[in-house]
């Protein structure tokens, strides 16, 4: 029957009109909401980035100081301490500094003082494995014994606390995540409300026509999945313009904060969560709605 | 299949629309349910079609208690029971061709499974060319007849008909009950409701008459 080809559209209708559930409006919050997911969502990939980094060393560097020790030459003390640092796992390469060096790093203390007359420690410098975690407290342990007047120093006095800091961010931005997906999910509700509220009549016919809940649910689940993954695409676009924006002008000067590419992903999966939270929480709500309406 | 005792019926805390109701609806009747207009007639269809609970008395459909049914349950009872609504209640966005497609898409059947039945039903109603309309640009008589194919396109044993000639005119309507005359015959068991005493009188069908709330039975040809 050549009449059958255009009966009907290639998808059927939906059953529910467009319209009466405040829907731009969702479609604005939420997309607001995912540009503020992607910014704090940078933000927390920043800082965990941060704290990972300043916890190997943000350098990849640290030093031992070897003074004059009782009864222990400095040229054996030396030698004990290169040959533990080199046993040590988590530490790439060591290199005894000459007296010249020593001295040019001692410079800025010592000014022109005769440096013959002071006893000048002895530095070692060391470069950390990143990959590789170094025990610190078992390293100044073996130290102290092969060398006395041994001191390593890996800078993480100082890394510590920004170590911490990081970290509180990281959390932080993740509660903040949080926060935001539930806010959306909200959003999502009133919206889904309004919607059945202002199709009441569609959702009586289907009811009485025999639907069932879940029938009815997958209706409306399908609108504000795409309506949520709309929305959520347009907030990570947003988001996407700051980042090149911030790369453009910050991105050299703070290489810890600025964006990095391999997050894409991450930034990805924004209008997808955004999309599945729409259709979730439509889904939870329909049913809400028709347990009580029966 | 449908049977009803010393059923009452009010809305929230009103006053009692039906008392002490009692009948029942055999497969493949014909049955007029008259009165005036306020008596109860929509209420009692309500009733039939699960739009609404008793407050007292005991409804069964299909051997089923009504009261005893979870909401699960309500689903598959409903789409044994066509129902065309006083006001149509065609959704105004889908075409007319959707719109007596859908007890078929909620049954869960795939479009390229019904298109020949919807097209048949559409036909049969004399709308076969009207498949595209939306109910805004149909008069009231086609609505009816859309409304009529969406009640029928699933072959409910029940259907049941609120007012269908009420607000068409007259030869419209006596074209609409050679069609309900039509499924009966098929083994339909059709109920309508209306307030016009000579759609009974030219059918010489059973009569349910509502007054006050109460029921009086007077048999028809066929039934007694
Ligand atoms: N949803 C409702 N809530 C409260 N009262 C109602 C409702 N529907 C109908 N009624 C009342 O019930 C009575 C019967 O109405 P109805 O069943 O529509 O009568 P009919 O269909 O015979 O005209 C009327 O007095 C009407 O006001
Ligand atoms: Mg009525």
Redesign the pocket.
């Known amino acids: 029957m050549e009449l059958t080809e255009d009966i009907s559209p290639a998808r059927p209708t939906p059953l529910f009109p467009r319209g009466g559930g405040g829907e731009s409006a969702l479609f604005g919050v939420m997309a607001i909401m995912s540009f503020l997911a992607c910014l704090t969502l940078g933000l927390a990939l920043g800082a965990a980035r941060l704290a990972h980094a300043w916890e190997r060393g943000l350098s990849g560097q640290a030093t031992v100081q070897i003074v004059d020790a009782p009864n222990v030459a400095m040229e054996a003390q030396l030698a004990g301490a290169i040959a533990v640092l080199e046993a040590t796992p988590g530490i790439a390469t060591v290199r005894p500094m000459s007296a010249e060096e020593s001295a040019a790093l001692l410079k800025p203390w010592l000014g022109d003082a005769d440096l013959a007359a002071v006893p000048v420690p002895m530095l070692i410098a060391v470069t950390l494995d990143p990959a590789v975690t170094l025990d610190a407290e078992t390293l100044r342990a073996r130290l102290k014994e092969a060398a006395p007047g041994a001191t390593f120093d890996d800078h993480s006095r100082w890394n510590a606390g920004l170590t911490a800091a990081s970290a509180t961010i990281a959390w932080g931005a993740y509660g903040v995540l949080a926060l935001i997906a539930l806010a959306a999910a909200a959003s999502v509700v009133f919206a889904a409300r309004a919607a059945l509220q202002a199709h009441r009549d569609v959702v009586d016919v289907l009811h009485l026509t025999g639907a069932k809940a879940g029938f009815i649910a997958r209706e409306v689940q399908a609108r504000f999945f795409a309506l949520g993954g709309g929305a959520g695409l347009a907030g990570v676009a947003g988001a996407a313009i700051v980042a090149v924006a911030v790369a453009l002008w910050a991105g050299t000067e703070m290489p810890g904060l600025a964006v990095d590419w391999r997050d894409a992903l991450w930034f990805a999966a924004v209008p997808v969560v955004a999309a599945l939270i729409a259709m979730a929480t439509a889904r939870f709500t329909v049913s809400r709605f028709l347990a009580r309406a029966a | 299949m449908i049977r009803f005792e010393n059923v009452g019926m009010r809305?929230?805390g009103?006053p009692e629309?039906l008392r002490d109701v009692s009948f029942e609806l055999e497969p493949g009747s014909l049955t007029f349910l008259t009165?005036?207009?306020?008596?109860?007639?929509?209420?009692?269809l309500k009733l039939v079609f699960l739009a609404e609970r008793p407050s007292r008395g005991a409804i069964s459909m299909f051997g089923k208690d009504v009261a005893a049914l979870r909401r699960t349950e309500l689903p598959a009872l409903r789409r044994r029971i066509g129902v065309v609504f006083?006001d149509f209640r065609l959704l105004d966005h889908l075409t007319a061709y959707e719109n007596v497609a859908l007890p078929l898409r909620i049954a869960g059947r795939a479009e390229q499974s019904y298109r020949e039945d919807v097209e048949e039903i559409l036909n049969w109603v004399g709308l076969g060319e009207r498949l595209h309309a939306r109910p805004a640009t149909l008069s009231g008589g086609e609505k009816q007849r859309i409304a009529i194919a969406r009640a029928v396109v699933a072959r409910p044993p029940v259907l049941v008909a609120?007012e269908p000639t009420g607000s068409i005119d007259p030869e419209m309507g006596a074209r609409l009950m050679r069609l309900f005359v039509e499924l009966n015959k098929l083994g339909t068991s059709v109920l309508i409701?209306t307030h016009d005493r000579g759609l009974v009188e030219t059918h010489g069908a059973r009569e349910l008459r509502?007054f006050a709330g109460r029921i009086n039975q007077t048999g028809g040809t066929r039934w007694s």
């Open positions: 809305y929230g009103g629309i009165g005036p207009s306020g008596a109860g007639k929509t209420t009692l006083q609120d409701a509502l």
